[in-house]
């Protein structure tokens, strides 16, 4: 029997979310954080980077949207998580979408590559990830631009969270999903004769992992996760 090399763990700082991957996200993992508008991809995301974020092992933000990373840090700015000092020191916020969307996903990924060797982070988030759907000329540029992100990710051993708006069918034809770690996805329907919120980790490679869809609130403190098949009362 082949003797299997010992995941590197890590405490998230979210609520019952370390227990769904066995006592800890695994270290060193690129993977896609789905869901639709305001399901809660960027409070997840950074209430887990904000929590391990320190000087050894520093958080990268690159945004690609329209609106600016001031806009995303008030907002953020409301949670007990975030923390102000840490700021352009321990975490990080590159704006990607001026040069995405005058230069393309060429000079990006050159930008990308770039404060990846300058900061050498422990995380990096890319939020939006989708918006490169968007802009690529075809499937191949699409398909290349996703293997040397998520290969460049894997070679300095960080952490990465690639954020989007990805449903169903992004998930069976988007090459990206092919090439990372893992997928959660997060989602909103009403149960229980109310709307709530559902996490489900669909893929992580390395680990044993629930696969149940878990029931989760967002509050002050952040995401707090609940055991599967439970529903908020």
């Not at 000087?55 to 949207?65: D, G, I, K, P």
């Not at 600016?68 to 704006?95: C, N």
């Amino acid at each position: 029997m082949t003797k299997q090399t010992a995941i590197t763990r890590m405490a998230t700082g979210v609520r019952n979310l370390d227990n769904i991957f066995q006592g800890g996200w695994p270290r060193g993992t690129v993977t896609v954080i789905a869901g639709p508008p305001g399901s809660g991809k960027t409070v997840l995301t950074q209430q887990i980077c904000f929590h391990n974020a320190s000087s050894e092992s520093r958080v990268l933000y690159f945004n690609t949207l329209s609106e600016p990373s001031a806009k995303t840090l008030r907002y953020l700015s409301q949670f007990e998580f975030f923390d102000a000092t840490k700021l352009d020191g321990d975490v990080r916020f590159v704006d990607l979408g001026a040069v995405l969307r005058a230069k393309g996903l060429q000079e990006t990924l050159a930008v990308i590559l770039h404060h990846l060797k300058t900061i050498q982070p422990g995380f990096v988030v890319v939020d939006s990830f989708k918006v490169f759907d968007d802009l690529a000329k075809s499937s191949e540029e699409l398909r290349e631009f996703g293997y040397e992100v998520a290969v460049n990710l894997m070679a300095w051993e960080t952490t990465a969270f690639l954020l989007g708006e990805y449903g169903p069918h992004d998930i069976v034809t988007n090459p990206v999903f092919s090439i990372v770690d893992g997928l959660i996805t997060l989602s909103q329907r009403e149960s229980s004769g109310e709307q709530q919120r559902f996490l489900q980790a669909v893929k992580m490679r390395g680990t044993e992992h629930s696969r149940d869809e878990h029931a989760f609130v967002i509050t002050s403190s952040g995401v707090e996760v609940y055991a599967s098949r439970v529903t908020i009362q």
